[in-house]
């Protein structure tokens, strides 16, 4: 298949970039810098210019593919109502170029909710513009939208996702610290495992379907805490959660709440089994140290 991939410079983009080139597909790859394109045409994929507030590019790469995985988030934490904004447009322009045409959209989203159940952010000014459920709104007008929902962390050499802003508040405060007990337990997976997720789901999966992409179901947050002291060198302590915010940043919101998860009917119904490191493994082979 013929697939236009948003994001595809990106942590998550540029596996599944790698994933759907292995298994055969042609990938069209949306770049908004020379940087991010030059990565994408190494990969032997096509470069299509245009950012994700860029309706028209995202229009014609829609059309224009058999499939389309939409991974690009703003993620602007100063700012969250533009990426919620931009994250709805783009979802909304996206699946409007593909009704009638029973064409996979897979597109990210998150794991707080049962493998079953509806996300729980419904509207555009809920988190990520609600953009799961707008993309379902347009099942019925024959586009097969799928939720790939990942998990909070998804790993491995180079990230740069929550557990580096936890490694680099431990760097800056000399402490590698945990939200009270530290019992609360995060999902995690490695990227490949949830790239090869997100190519099965483009192949196989039916409209509506939500797949969790969660190698971990709970590794608990002081045992994350502890391997990044270990690995850095640096004592373990517990905060509470009124000084988590001051202690961690933004990043304090998350790291003091479970994150947990499950992806066992995402395997029973789809054959996905997880091979890749588990997050205490890459953090212990130094992914985070710098």
């Known amino acids: 298949m013929r697939v236009f991939v948003t994001g595809a410079s990106g942590w998550i983009g540029s596996a599944v970039v790698d994933e759907l080139l292995a298994a055969g597909h042609e990938v069209v790859g949306l770049a908004r810098s020379?940087?991010?394109?030059?990565?994408?045409?190494?990969?032997?994929?096509?470069?299509?210019?245009?950012?994700?507030?860029?309706?028209?590019?995202l229009r014609r790469g829609a059309q224009e593919a058999e499939a389309v995985v939409h991974l690009a988030n703003k993620h602007d934490w100063a700012n969250p109502a533009e990426s919620n904004r931009a994250e709805r447009a783009a979802v909304e322009t996206i699946a409007e170029a593909l009704i009638g045409s029973d064409r996979p959209f897979v597109l990210a989203s998150g794991v707080l909710a049962g493998e079953t159940e509806p996300s729980p952010f419904v509207g555009p000014d809920s988190l990520r513009g609600g953009s799961e459920n707008r993309a379902f709104d347009f099942i019925d007008r024959g586009v097969r939208a799928i939720a790939a929902r990942f998990a909070p962390t998804t790993h491995g050499m180079g990230d740069h996702g929550f557990v580096r802003y936890?490694?680099?508040?431990?760097?800056?405060t000399g402490v590698a610290a945990y939200v009270g007990d530290g019992t609360h337990g995060w999902a995690a997976v490695h990227r490949t495992d949830a790239a090869r997720l997100v190519?099965?789901?483009?192949?196989?999966?039916?409209?509506?379907?939500?797949?969790?992409?969660?190698?971990?179901?709970?590794?608990?947050?002081?045992?994350?805490?502890?391997?990044?002291?270990?690995?850095?060198?640096?004592?373990?302590?517990?905060?509470?959660?009124e000084q988590a915010g001051e202690h961690f940043g933004f990043i304090g919101q998350f790291f003091g709440r479970d994150m947990s998860s499950t992806s066992a009917l995402t395997r029973a119904t789809y054959?996905?089994?997880?091979?890749?490191?588990?997050?205490?493994e890459d953090i212990a082979a130094g992914a985070y140290d710098d």
């Open 34 to 57: 020379e940087a991010s394109a030059a990565s994408i045409r190494a990969k032997g994929a096509v470069v299509l210019s245009g950012d994700l507030d860029d309706l028209a590019t």
């Open 166 to 172: 936890l490694a680099d508040v431990a760097r800056r």
């Open 199 to 241: 190519r099965i789901g483009l192949e196989q999966a039916p409209a509506g379907a939500r797949l969790h992409a969660v190698a971990e179901d709970a590794v608990p947050t002081k045992e994350i805490a502890a391997a990044i002291g270990t690995r850095l060198g640096l004592p373990t302590t517990s905060v509470s959660p």
């Open 271 to 280: 054959g996905w089994t997880p091979t890749g490191p588990t997050l205490l």
